[in-house]
């Protein structure tokens, strides 16, 4: 909870735009319930996602990850809307206010339709939409499973919307975690017609169409989910940018949606494919790249000032991709969209 029982009003600049934050809310949740698109990730205070400048006003900023907001950056007066509760009225700068990618936030039922392993680790779920009903959200954007004891675990949608004109529904990734009160439930005990309840869409991850630019997407493991929902919708609307796909896993098999991808190649000629295995063993017999994911990208390309990544995966490989790409390529730090994947343990190793 809040220190305060009154609520506050934050602007943001330079769009202008106001809102009121009820008690007990932290900026990004109210932000979120009156439509205003304020970048943000995780809402955990664990990715970095929704960093802002505060520029007038008094917050209190909850427990969180230094990756996500280091104590220079505090100090700079740089706050995450996702850990905040004003405690005056504040003004907040951040440049990515919008309401484009605004969908309402509802909660529905989802039943289980099919279920497949690709790998090991890995199953992806099938997820049909009741009779008659319309999820609105943009490739890249994720929805919240919500579980009887009143937690949540977050999968973004693998699948683009225009897929919901033929077959009303949502297709998953889910990476196991051992131990993990939901994956566990997954590997061990879900079967097709079970039902789930969801709630979404959330996130700012998603294709700023307005742009030309040539696009990196940049994806560990089951971070692909997203960006195949991403390499839809380029497919989708035709697209002419260059995108240019770097998948990383440990060993191959965690490119498990490899032959997917190249079957893609053949159909968006200006999408390109570089897959990355950091721990190949000799019985994989793999020839391709090898190292860490974002590291291939920074052997290829010398000069970033120009594009755009979209980057999705572990957090160490997002953090890393964000730092490196700015101070070492020249990445305009609000061309470097992310969506960290995180576990419960994640989330609480501050």
Known sequence: ?????????????????????EPGETILAAAIRQGIGMPYGCRDGACGSCKCRKLEGEVRLREHLDDALNAQEEA???????????QSDVVIESDQVSSEASY?????????????????????????LPAGDAFGYRAGQYVDVLLKDGSRRSYSMANAPHTQATQRGLELH?????????TEQVFASMKEKDILRVEGPFGSFYLR??????????????????????????????ST??????????????????AWVRERLAQLPTLRYVPVVSDALPEDGWSGRTGFVHQAVLDDLADLSSYEVYACGAPVVVNAARADFTALRGLPEDAFFADAFLTEADKHSA
Do not use: N
Request: hydrophobic fraction near 45%.
């Open 241 to 258: 940018r260059a995108a240019t796909l770097y998948w990383g896993g440990r060993r191959p098999r965690d490119l498990y949606m490899d």
């Open 209 to 238: 169409e307005a742009s030309d630019k040539p696009i990196v997407l940049l994806a560990s493991g089951t971070g692909f989910a997203p960006v195949k929902a991403l390499i839809e919708h380029l497919q989708h609307l035709g």
């Open 76 to 86: 700079q007066g740089i706050i995450l809307a996702c850990s905040a509760w004003p």
């Open 104 to 128: 309402p936030i509802r909660k529905f039922p989802v039943r289980v339709l099919h279920l497949e392993r690709p790998a090991p680790d890995v199953i992806m779920a099938q997820m049909m």
């Open 174 to 182: 889910i990476r196991h975690t051992p131990g993990g009160l939901f």
């Open 1 to 21: 909870m809040s220190g305060s029982d009154s609520s506050f009003k934050v602007t943001v600049q330079p769009s202008g735009r106001s809102f009121a934050v």
